[in-house]
């Protein structure tokens, strides 16, 4: 769904405060994918508390997928860049997510769900994002939706960088799915060999960018294939300034902070200790996921 983007000019690029590679880790029934953003990030990163980066032509890597599991406190975004998954939940949600959609669900007070590959061979490759939710929405009812490629907001600027706009507003393009707490804004950018697009940004909102193909230039810094750059939150910075030598495509993310409490234990993320042990006793109990 390509759409007509409103002109934006930057006037000083936020600069890049940190490079970070990620950690190669499993996940669910020993799905291989690299954390980029973990428990170390969640305060500086805030309201993000987790991203995903998963890539393999490999079925072994990820034919597992991820049987049921529980969450509380918090949404997620899965973006598929290529591949087939299955996602069932506990409140009758089901959806097939395919190459380029994306699904939002919002855990809230409770949600058990599985996302299971539907191939035996090919590339699977995407992302899982974790926000945060605030204090007062964490048992909030739980919701859940599907968004299939050809129906994602994107706009290709003059000289030919492709933005597609999964959360949130940019250029004037609003996004498949917006949050207006922590206004988090998601783009999956495409970056031509020697182009440049400037995105504006919201002094106090914190932002971060990952390669997943390629190099950017940011500020004169070079962000490598693979590395997540944590950009600078300095007042004087209007937004990012983005330019690739090589065809390059990123995934960036920015939002307003919470600044509230985090306490995270496995699928659960709260404000407090009492908080997480209540979602144990619920989910050991079966009382995690109440309908209605």
């Not at 939002?104 to 058990?112: E, F, Q, T, Y």
């Not at 300095?234 to 509230?260: C, Q, W, Y």
């Amino acid at each position: 769904m390509n759409t007509e983007p409103h002109v934006q000019t930057v006037r000083s690029s936020r600069t890049v405060e940190q490079l970070v590679a990620g950690r190669a880790t499993s996940d669910g029934a020993g799905v291989k994918l690299t954390r980029v953003i973990g428990q170390a990030l969640q305060r500086r990163l805030d309201p993000f508390l987790m991203l995903d980066a998963f890539r393999s032509d490999s079925a072994e890597d990820y034919i597992a997928g991820f049987p049921d599991h529980p969450h509380r406190g918090f949404e997620t975004l899965t973006y598929l860049i290529a591949g087939r998954m299955r996602h069932r939940d506990s409140t009758g949600n089901e959806g097939l997510l395919l190459s380029g959609g994306m699904q939002w669900m919002l855990a809230g007070r409770g949600v058990i769900h599985s996302e299971m590959p539907e191939q035996e061979d090919g590339a699977m490759e995407g992302f899982q994002l974790w926000l945060n939710l605030p204090a007062r929405d964490k048992l909030t009812a739980p919701d859940y939706r599907d968004v299939q490629s050809a129906a994602i907001p994107a706009f290709t600027t003059g000289n030919g960088v492709h933005v597609r706009v999964l959360m949130g507003e940019c250029h004037g393009v609003k996004g498949a799915v917006e949050r207006p707490v922590t206004a988090p804004r998601v783009l999956d950018i495409h970056l031509p060999a020697g182009s440049t697009i400037a995105e504006t940004l919201p002094a106090g909102h914190h932002a971060a960018l990952y390669v997943y193909r390629g190099e950017v230039q940011i500020a004169g810094a070079a962000v490598p294939e693979r590395q997540l750059a944590v950009l600078s939150q300095a007042a004087e910075h209007d937004g990012v300034t983005l330019s690739a030598t090589t065809p390059s495509r990123i995934l960036l993310i920015a939002g307003r902070p919470l600044n509230e409490p985090i306490v995270a234990q496995g699928p659960f993320v709260m404000n407090t200790a009492a908080e997480i042990e209540e979602a144990l006793r619920d989910y050991q109990s079966g009382k995690l996921v109440q309908r209605g």
